[in-house]
């Protein structure tokens, strides 16, 4: 419950700070990671479904939400190709359902993406295969995101497509 | 503010109504399931200054000396929490969501590591304020009723709550006898001009209506604090004797004097 009132706090400051104004502002706002990581983790370790749905009530919905998808062996391999260390409560090591770290990860983190593709369809995210090639990812989230910006050129001055730093 | 009402009569173990003493709220915490623990969970409510500390430390002594193991627990105390609380309110850039996502992060940590440990060890639990502080505070801020009462689910419904209800103006003597005003108390943050007092005042009072406005929905036995210490503290035994021990007959005056 801490950890998932604490992350709700963190968020809450960055979305009165950092996601509200900009909206307000006419800006566009991407977020690295949003309310639906608490839904999948938060649940993953045990908490209520519905009470963390609620938690967050106070969240703005997005206009567009996307969700890379990846198994979790290509998800376990990337990490391992570039990292020695899982870190402690991403591999759910808090859990204590397993003592190797890698395990864990394949374990908890495997419970986080079922998590995930319930989310998916709860609150109508948009799949991005994450399996293939960045330059293909990308042109795929463009293709996605396309409809939104032109929308928005229409009635908006060109320039102020902003990015907000990783939330 | 409405005048301090009378007390409830004593004798009454007091089931909470629609929630049931010493379970959930409202949406639980499914990784720390409720059985019938044996300890007891006493809060002790009211605004800032009333006295609460002074009587629940009374309120331990005499407990102990009747043989029940007690605990103590308050708001901001988390071992976790507190010294993030304190660095959070000493910079200007608390909101009103944060703030109560704070004290819930707090109190969810004592819930959890002290609270339903101690009631599962058949400890009695009094605590120093309750989820009430922060529904009458965040209350008092704009922050939405409902919202906070679904966010409070988790909480475990006291078996006894006594609120302790004072008047701005006793209260305000008392609190500048005592350690002044201070800046969160006086509901600076909500602007409400330079003065101190000024703010205090209007702060207190919307603050003592918010808690008047719980008091059905969350059956507290209403104290009247403007009495004397030992008055109050007799009034505290008498009830929890009588919760504690129904079968006894009415115990004896309990005190007169017990300040040392």
Same mark, same amino acid.
Request: charged content about 25%; aromatic content about 10%; hydrophobic content about 40%.
């Given at each position: 419950?801490?950890?998932?009132?604490?992350?709700?706090?963190?968020?809450?400051?960055?979305?009165?700070?950092?996601?509200?104004?900009?909206?307000?502002?006419?800006?566009?706002?991407?977020?690295?990671?949003?309310?639906?990581?608490?839904?999948?983790?938060?649940?993953?370790?045990?908490?209520?479904?519905?009470?963390?749905?609620?938690?967050?009530?106070?969240?703005?919905?997005?206009?567009?939400?996307?969700?890379?998808?990846?198994?979790?062996?290509?998800?376990?391999?990337?990490?391992?190709?570039?990292?020695?260390?899982?870190?402690?409560?991403?591999?759910?090591?808090?859990?204590?359902?397993?003592?190797?770290?890698?395990?864990?990860?394949?374990?908890?983190?495997?419970?986080?993406?079922?998590?995930?593709?319930?989310?998916?369809?709860?609150?109508?995210?948009?799949?991005?295969?994450?399996?293939?090639?960045?330059?293909?990812?990308?042109?795929?989230?463009?293709?996605?995101?396309?409809?939104?910006?032109?929308?928005?050129?229409?009635?908006?001055?060109?320039?102020?497509?902003?990015?907000?730093?990783?939330? | 503010?409405?005048?301090?009402?009378?007390?409830?009569?004593?004798?009454?173990?007091?089931?909470?109504?629609?929630?049931?003493?010493?379970?959930? #709220?409202?949406?639980?915490?499914?990784?720390?399931?409720? %059985?019938? #623990?044996?300890?007891?969970?006493?809060?002790?409510?009211?605004?800032?200054?009333?006295?609460?500390?002074?009587?629940?430390?009374?309120?331990?002594?005499?407990?102990?000396?009747?043989?029940?193991?007690?605990?103590?627990?308050?708001?901001?105390?988390?071992?976790?929490?507190?010294?993030?609380?304190?660095?959070?309110?000493?910079?200007?850039?608390?909101?009103?969501?944060?703030?109560?996502?704070?004290?819930?992060?707090?109190?969810?940590?004592?819930?959890?590591?002290?609270?339903?440990?101690?009631?599962?060890?058949?400890? &009695?639990?009094?605590?120093?304020?309750?989820? =009430?502080?922060?529904?009458?505070?965040?209350?008092?801020?704009?922050?939405?009723?409902?919202?906070?009462?679904?966010?409070?689910?988790?909480? &475990?419904?006291?078996?006894?709550?006594?609120?302790?209800?004072?008047?701005?103006?006793?209260?305000?003597?008392?609190?500048?006898?005592?350690?002044?005003?201070?800046?969160?108390?006086?509901?600076? %943050?909500?602007?409400?001009?330079?003065?101190? #007092? %000024?703010?205090?005042?209007?702060?207190?009072?919307?603050?003592?209506?918010? #808690?008047?406005?719980?008091?059905?929905? =969350?059956?507290?036995?209403?104290?009247?604090?403007?009495?004397?210490?030992?008055?109050?503290? %007799?009034?505290?035994?008498?009830?929890?004797?009588?919760?504690?021990?129904?079968?006894?007959?009415?115990?004896?005056?309990?005190?007169?004097?017990?300040?040392?």
């Amino acid at each position: 419950m801490t950890f998932s009132l604490l992350h709700a706090t963190d968020f809450a400051d960055r979305l009165l700070y950092k996601i509200i104004p900009p909206l307000k502002a006419g800006m566009i706002v991407l977020a690295d990671r949003y309310a639906y990581t608490a839904f999948a983790r938060d649940a993953t370790r045990g908490v209520d479904r519905q009470w963390v749905r609620e938690l967050y009530s106070f969240a703005v919905r997005p206009d567009l939400a996307l969700y890379f998808r990846v198994p979790i062996d290509v998800s376990v391999d990337r990490l391992m190709a570039r990292r020695v260390k899982l870190k402690f409560y991403e591999a759910g090591m808090d859990l204590g359902w397993s003592t190797n770290p890698v395990e864990s990860f394949r374990m908890f983190q495997g419970k986080v993406l079922d998590e995930y593709d319930h989310l998916v369809d709860e609150f109508g995210m948009d799949v991005v295969d994450a399996r293939g090639s960045i330059t293909e990812q990308q042109r795929t989230v463009r293709t996605l995101i396309a409809p939104f910006v032109q929308s928005r050129r229409a009635d908006v001055a060109v320039g102020e497509i902003t990015n907000d730093e990783s939330v | 503010m409405t005048s301090p009402s009378n007390t409830p009569e004593a004798g009454e173990p007091g089931p909470n109504g629609s929630s049931v003493a010493g379970r959930y #709220y409202g949406r639980s915490i499914p990784y720390l399931p409720i %059985d019938d #623990y044996p300890g007891k969970l006493i809060a002790v409510e009211g605004t800032d200054g009333v006295g609460r500390s002074t009587q629940i430390q009374l309120l331990r002594e005499w407990l102990e000396v009747r043989g029940y193991g007690v605990i103590e627990t308050g708001w901001t105390r988390s071992p976790l929490m507190q010294p993030t609380i304190e660095l959070a309110k000493s910079s200007n850039t608390l909101n009103k969501l944060t703030f109560v996502l704070l004290y819930a992060t707090d109190f969810a940590d004592r819930l959890e590591k002290e609270i339903i440990p101690a009631l599962k060890a058949g400890f &009695i639990v009094l605590s120093d304020r309750y989820i =009430f502080t922060a529904l009458a505070r965040a209350g008092v801020r704009g922050v939405d009723r409902q919202w906070l009462r679904n966010l409070y689910g988790f909480a &475990i419904a006291p078996h006894m709550v006594f609120y302790l209800n004072i008047d701005v103006k006793t209260l305000i003597g008392r609190v500048l006898e005592s350690r002044g005003m201070d800046f969160w108390e006086s509901g600076m %943050d909500l602007k409400h001009g330079d003065d101190i #007092y %000024d703010s205090f005042r209007t702060y207190q009072n919307k603050v003592l209506k918010e #808690y008047a406005s719980m008091g059905d929905e =969350f059956h507290f036995r209403v104290v009247d604090a403007r009495r004397s210490v030992d008055r109050i503290q %007799d009034e505290l035994r008498r009830q929890v004797a009588a919760f504690l021990e129904p079968v006894e007959k009415a115990p004896e005056p309990l005190l007169s004097v017990v300040k040392g």
